[in-house]
């Protein structure tokens, strides 16, 4: 729980000091998005039958411009159902495990606006495994070689219609799902959301709470 309110704080550490930066002319805008995870893994140890897991991701997501209206950065906040399935054959029984397991993901993108409808996203995402279970022919087991922290890169592409967007996007994790597997997250997302709170002003802050392992900041809009 630690690690998820620690990651939540980190998001709103990047959202608010990058508003701090931006003029007080520019728009920012918040909103929510949601829609379907296609997720599989780079084959790696796994040499037979990969299938992917399909599910869901929701979440929030932040516009602040940086350069005009064409440039901005977008930093997001995910909860992201992932995994596979794994399918092989071991002293002539077929045997099928399926991989869950739930992150949350913090993407921190470059936005390129291509006109009034395309834009194109890119940057690093960083995530935390908050679940997992693994079943094998119907019967759970335990795993403790899976890892914790997940860090990859994300592009994507959206439509975008007034405070309407349709998005997809591709991530590919950089470090291995399971400990000297070889093996890494590939996934694939389409999804659609909302903008909402545009037209904030950033006027100063007010208040600034520092501890060990958490910064809260509030600003006065």
Same mark, same amino acid.
Request: hydrophobic share 35%; proline share 2%; no cysteine.
């Given at each position: 729980?630690?690690? =998820?309110?620690?990651?939540l704080?980190s998001?709103?550490?990047?959202?608010a000091?990058?508003?701090?930066?931006?003029?007080?002319?520019?728009?920012?805008?918040?909103?929510i998005k949601? /829609?379907l995870?296609?997720?599989?893994?780079?084959?790696?140890?796994f040499e037979?039958?990969?299938? $992917?897991r399909?599910?869901f @991701?929701?979440?929030?997501?932040?516009e602040?411009p940086?350069?005009?209206?064409?440039?901005s950065?977008? $930093?997001?906040?995910?909860?992201s159902r %992932?995994?596979?399935?794994?399918? +092989?054959?071991?002293?002539g029984?077929? @045997?099928?495990?399926?991989? %869950?397991v739930?992150?949350?993901?913090? $993407? =921190?993108l470059l936005?390129l606006?291509a006109?009034?409808?395309l834009?194109?996203?890119?940057? $690093?995402?960083f995530?935390?495994?908050?679940?997992e279970?693994?079943v094998?022919n119907?019967?759970?087991?335990?795993?403790?070689?899976?890892?914790?922290?997940d860090?990859?890169?994300?592009?994507?592409v959206s439509?975008?219609?007034?405070?309407?967007?349709?998005?997809g996007?591709?991530?590919?994790?950089l470090?291995?799902?399971i400990k000297?597997?070889?093996?890494?997250?590939?996934?694939? %997302?389409? /999804?659609?959301?909302?903008r909402f709170?545009? !037209?904030i002003?950033y006027?100063?802050v007010?208040?600034?709470? !520092?501890?060990?392992?958490?910064?809260f900041? +509030?600003?006065?809009?």
């Open positions: 729980m630690k690690k =998820v309110i620690l990651l704080t998001f709103i550490s990047v959202t000091f990058s508003q701090e930066e931006v003029k007080s002319s520019s728009d920012a805008k918040f909103g949601g /829609g995870n296609y997720s599989s893994v780079t084959k790696g140890n037979e039958g990969l299938d $992917p399909t599910s @991701y929701i979440g929030f997501v932040g602040i940086l350069i005009g209206n064409s440039i950065l977008q $930093p997001e906040i995910l909860y %992932q995994g596979f399935e794994n399918n +092989f054959v071991f002293l029984t077929n @045997y099928k495990e399926e991989y %869950q739930d992150y949350i993901n913090i $993407p =921190v936005k606006k006109g009034n409808v834009s194109f996203e890119g940057g $690093p995402q995530g935390l495994k908050i679940n279970k693994v094998s119907n019967s759970e087991v335990e795993r403790d070689d899976i890892n914790e922290f860090t990859a890169l994300a592009g994507g439509l975008n219609f007034n405070e309407f967007f349709i998005s996007r591709y991530t590919y994790s470090n291995e799902i000297d597997s070889n093996s890494k997250n590939s996934v694939f %997302q389409v /999804g659609v959301g909302v709170w545009s !037209k002003k006027k100063r007010l208040f600034l709470l !520092k501890s060990d392992s958490l910064r900041i +509030f600003y006065r809009l």
